[in-house]
T-cell receptor
Framework: AQSVTQLGSHVSVSEGALVLLRCNYSSSVPPYLFWYVQYPNQGLQLLLKYTSAATLVKGINGFEAEFKKSETSFHLTKPSAHMSDAAEYFCAVSDQLGNQFYFGTGTSLTVIP | NAGVMQNPRHLVRRRGQEARLRCSPMKGHSHVYWYRQLPEEGLKFMVYLQKENIIDESGMPKERFSAEFPKEGPSILRIQQVVRGDSAAYFC?????????????FGEGSWLTVV
């Protein structure tokens, strides 16, 4: 069975600082991994996904994530935080059939001016 | 190409009433997922449907909740005899037929408030 764990339910960074949101997964088969962003009162938007191609995945809005099999991690990073990045971020894993997507509990990112 | 459409966006129901939430998947998508998001919690999977078939309903509460995705028309999540604990945001997502490695695309959500 697949699952994801997001360490840190709340993360605060200063504007311009590095953003690092952590995600560890558990999967008995090669996983597909996703990061989604949710702005207040809106649905989830896809930031990026890993599907066994390049281990470093680039997404929208300057975000990227690196798949590290040895660490079972898929952490999300952005070199320089912007005020507009303040949102809830969800890591997700799916099985290869796409029957289910398992979401983490989310990390709320606050950007301090 | 319109995205996943959910309605209503906001719904208020009194305890004991029924709530119906609708979801029209993206064009060309034949798979629908429903998730529930409670305050300060993550997304919880409820049910996965294809046209006229429930594929996985392992996340659905045993009573009062049902879902369908008819041959024609939107998918509907139905909650009978709502209680205060049903207050949540309900998100629908869809994906295309070939799902391996595919992304699911979310609607804007339906916020249910039970008073």
């Amino acid at each position: 069975a697949q699952s994801v764990t997001q360490l840190g339910s709340h993360v605060s960074v200063s504007e311009g600082a590095l953003v690092l949101l952590r995600c560890n997964y558990s999967s008995s088969v090669p996983p597909y991994l996703f990061w989604y962003v949710q702005y207040p009162n809106q649905g989830l938007q896809l930031l990026l996904k890993y599907t066994s191609a390049a281990t470093l995945v680039k997404g929208i809005n300057g975000f990227e994530a690196e798949f590290k099999k040895s660490e079972t991690s898929f952490h999300l990073t952005k070199p320089s935080a912007h005020m507009s990045d303040a949102a809830e971020y969800f890591c997700a894993v799916s099985d290869q059939l796409g029957n289910q997507f398992y979401f983490g509990t989310g990390t709320s990112l606050t950007v301090i001016p | 190409n319109a995205g996943v459409m959910q309605n209503p966006r906001h719904l208020v129901r009194r305890r004991g009433q029924e709530a119906r939430l609708r979801c029209s998947p993206m064009k060309g998508h034949s798979h629908v997922y429903w998730y529930r998001q409670l305050p300060e919690e993550g997304l919880k999977f409820m049910v996965y449907l294809q046209k006229e078939n429930i594929i996985d309903e392992s996340g659905m509460p045993k009573e009062r909740f049902s879902a369908e995705f008819p041959k024609e028309g939107p998918s509907i999540l139905r909650i009978q005899q709502v209680v205060r604990g049903d207050s949540a945001a309900y998100f629908c997502a869809s994906s295309p037929p070939n799902r391996s490695g595919n992304t699911i695309y979310f609607g804007e959500g339906s916020w249910l408030t039970v008073v």
